[in-house]
C-alpha cells in the first residue's frame, strides 16, 4: 500500500521560502506519477505542479511557475516542492498525491490521483 507523508509547512512573510518534503513509502517515484495540490479555506483544490514517473518531466501552472519548482531526490522517494517569492495568495493546505502509471493521467488535475498525504498547512502573511 502507498502512503504518503508530507513535512515542511509553515508561516512565512511574503517574499519567503519554503521548501515542503512528501515521503513515500510502499513505492518509489519511479513509477509513480506524482503531483502538487493545494487548497484554500473555501476554495476548490488546485492542481498545480507535477512530476512523471522517474522525474523525466514536469508541470507547474502559470501561477506558480518561475516561483515553485518540483523534484524528486536520488533514489526516487522523497518527493519536494521548493517554494520561493512566496505571496498571501499562496496560503493553503499543500497536499502531495501520486498514482501508478498504468494509465492516462492529466498532471495537474486532483482527480487523476488515487493516493494522497494527510497535507501540510502553509500560510504566507503580508
Known amino acids: 500500500q502507498v502512503q504518503l507523508v508530507e513535512s515542511g509547512g509553515g508561516s512565512v512573510q511574503a517574499g519567503g521560502s519554503l521548501r515542503l518534503s512528501c515521503a513515500v513509502s510502499g513505492s518509489t517515484f519511479e513509477t509513480l506519477y506524482a503531483g502538487w495540490i493545494r487548497q484554500a479555506p473555501g476554495e476548490e483544490s488546485e492542481g498545480f505542479a507535477a512530476i512523471s514517473a522517474g522525474g523525466r518531466r514536469t508541470y507547474c501552472h502559470d501561477s506558480v511557475k518561475g516561483r515553485f519548482t518540483i523534484s524528486l531526490d536520488n533514489n526516487k522517494k522523497i518527493l519536494y516542492l521548493q517554494m520561493n517569492s512566496l505571496k498571501p495568495d499562496d496560503t493553503a493546505m499543500y497536499y502531495c498525491?501520486?498514482?501508478?502509471?498504468?494509465?492516462?493521467?492529466?498532471?495537474?488535475?486532483?482527480?487523476?490521483?488515487?493516493?494522497w498525504g494527510q497535507g501540510t498547512q502553509v500560510t504566507v502573511s503580508s
Open positions: 498525491a501520486a498514482k501508478v502509471g498504468d494509465g492516462r493521467w492529466y498532471p495537474l488535475y486532483p482527480s487523476s490521483y488515487t493516493y
